[in-house]
């Protein structure tokens, strides 16, 4: 289990904002839940507005990219870019401040760390079930 702090949060946002501060964005559009955080944070730094929902030409912005499914079904809609704080794969066409193993799992600083290992075991328990 991988704790991030805020200060690695942080320092994602300047590194995010930093990528896209030259570019012509619409806003920000953080993805509910994860995505929330760093949307808000981005918005901020960058002086764009946060989006309640995504719109052409947007930054969309999310925590981690794992499966996949989140982002590819906002990208299969939307002419925008996608940046996230962490992921798991090397990024194709989203950016990404950090690359980690599949394996690792992440606890953000938003959440509740007690929560965190219960999801991580029942998630462990779910995958030794199907192999």
Same mark, same amino acid.
């Given at each position: 289990?991988?704790?991030?702090t805020?200060?690695q949060?942080?320092?994602a946002v300047?590194?995010i904002?930093?990528?896209?501060?030259s570019?012509s964005?619409t806003g920000?559009?953080?993805v509910?839940r994860g995505?929330?955080?760093?949307?808000?944070?981005?918005?901020?730094e960058?002086g764009? $507005?946060?989006l309640?929902d995504?719109k052409?030409?947007?930054?969309v *912005? !999310?925590?981690?990219? +794992?499966?996949?499914?989140?982002?590819?079904?906002?990208?299969?809609q939307m002419?925008a870019r996608?940046?996230v704080?962490?992921?798991?794969?090397?990024?194709d066409w989203?950016?990404?401040?950090?690359?980690? $193993?599949n394996?690792?799992w992440?606890?953000?600083?938003?959440e509740? *760390? !007690?929560f965190?290992q +219960?999801d991580?075991r029942?998630y462990q328990?779910?995958r030794s079930?199907?192999n």
């Amino acid at each position: 289990m991988r704790n991030l702090t805020w200060q690695q949060f942080d320092s994602a946002v300047k590194i995010i904002a930093s990528r896209y501060v030259s570019d012509s964005l619409t806003g920000v559009y953080g993805v509910p839940r994860g995505g929330l955080c760093l949307g808000v944070a981005l918005s901020h730094e960058l002086g764009l $507005p946060l989006l309640q929902d995504c719109k052409p030409g947007c930054l969309v *912005v !999310d925590d981690v990219y +794992e499966t996949g499914k989140t982002l590819q079904a906002i990208r299969n809609q939307m002419d925008a870019r996608f940046v996230v704080w962490v992921t798991k794969c090397s990024p194709d066409w989203w950016g990404a401040v950090i690359t980690m $193993p599949n394996d690792e799992w992440l606890v953000f600083p938003w959440e509740n *760390v !007690d929560f965190a290992q +219960e999801d991580e075991r029942r998630y462990q328990a779910s995958r030794s079930s199907t192999n």
